[in-house]
């Protein structure tokens, strides 16, 4: 029997996301040597807690790469007209390279139309569809959202091989579920997606080598979900009734099972902002034909 703890490392978002801003820091440098500061819009109707976490996270990192900003604060209940007028005034600000629409919407507000009124050259975390079919086509032409794409940068830097080995995905949305998996594919990762409807969740999630969990319900993937030596990546942003910020996993409930683990907060989220600075700058490259 071996009687030696066995504790899985804690594998954070700093570094990776560290990385990615120094490189982008010289980008934006050059960029504005000649005259052009990359910008971002942030669209935000309501106040929802996770919108505001990433809200403050993608300012902070925005900031300390030199890339501007502008968030355009809505009421909840704005009608889709005044939205989408909004999206049509950005869409053709020439100092606008690149525009984030929190999701989800409220829900006065239909996504089916909102989605294709943003351009798909300032549309840095896949709204349109255009940008949608490109992650599933593998061109990499268009921006992946920005989460989806934090998963696998993570992954990178850690050197998880992807080749041949199974991944199981928890969830499906359009955000993040469904374009992480076609990403992970893309790597040649052996990809299974779950969802609510899953028969036996716990039973296909721990035969997976990796698993991404991305449901948005707090700590519901238990230590029965996870195989031993697992590989395990929390995209859950959950709010705490205290209003703190917790994970899809339950961290402590599978530390002693798992080979690596992300945090939450100071893990996924970290580097989300990370690659939503890395898309404006794309953005605003290729607007200004660099
Ligand atoms: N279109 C769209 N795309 C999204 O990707 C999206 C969204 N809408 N709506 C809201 C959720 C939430 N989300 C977060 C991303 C980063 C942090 C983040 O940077 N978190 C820091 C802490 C930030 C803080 O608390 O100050 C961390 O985890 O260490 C948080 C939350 C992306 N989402």
């Known amino acids: 029997m071996?009687?030696?703890s066995n504790r899985g490392n804690i594998i954070k978002g700093k570094p990776v996301a560290d990385k990615i801003s120094e490189s982008l820091i010289k980008e934006v440098d050059e960029l504005v040597?000649?005259?052009i500061t990359p910008k971002l819009a942030i669209v935000r109707a309501g106040s929802r807690g996770d919108d505001l976490a990433y809200e403050r996270?993608?300012?902070k990192r925005c900031q300390n790469i030199g890339i501007d900003t502008e968030v355009f604060e809505l009421p909840e209940d704005i009608a889709q007209e005044e939205y989408i007028d909004l999206l049509k005034k950005i869409n053709n600000d020439k100092n606008i390279h690149g525009v984030l629409c929190f999701r989800p919407l409220p829900k006065q507000l239909d996504e089916k139309v909102i989605k294709y009124a943003i351009c798909p050259e300032k549309d840095i975390d896949c709204f349109n569809p255009i940008n949608f079919a490109k992650v599933v086509e593998g061109d990499k032409s268009g921006f992946p959202p920005c989460t989806a794409q934090a998963v696998l940068e993570i992954l990178k830097f850690y050197e998880v091989e992807l080749?041949?080995?199974k991944v199981t995905v928890l969830g499906r949305s359009n955000v993040v579920g469904k374009p992480a998996a076609m990403?992970?594919?893309a790597e040649h990762a052996t990809v299974t997606i779950c969802h609510s409807r899953t028969i036996d969740l716990p039973k296909v999630a721990s035969d997976a080598d990796i698993l991404v969990a991305a449901v948005g319900k707090a700590k519901m993937?238990?230590?029965d979900f996870v195989k031993e030596g697992a590989v395990v990546v929390d995209v859950g942003i959950n709010i705490t009734e205290d209003g703190n910020l917790c994970g899809d996993v339950d961290t402590d409930g599978v530390i002693d099972k798992v080979s690596m683990i992300t945090p939450v907060p100071a893990g996924v989220g970290?580097?989300?902002t990370?690659?939503?600075a890395k898309h404006v700058v794309k953005a605003c490259k290729l607007q200004n034909n660099r």
């Open 57 to 59: 996270g993608a300012l």
């Open 274 to 276: 990370s690659i939503l």
């Open 2 to 4: 071996n009687l030696t």
């Open 163 to 165: 080749k041949g080995k």
């Open 221 to 223: 993937a238990t230590a």
């Open 33 to 35: 040597n000649e005259g």
């Open 183 to 185: 990403l992970l594919l």
């Open 270 to 272: 970290s580097v989300t």
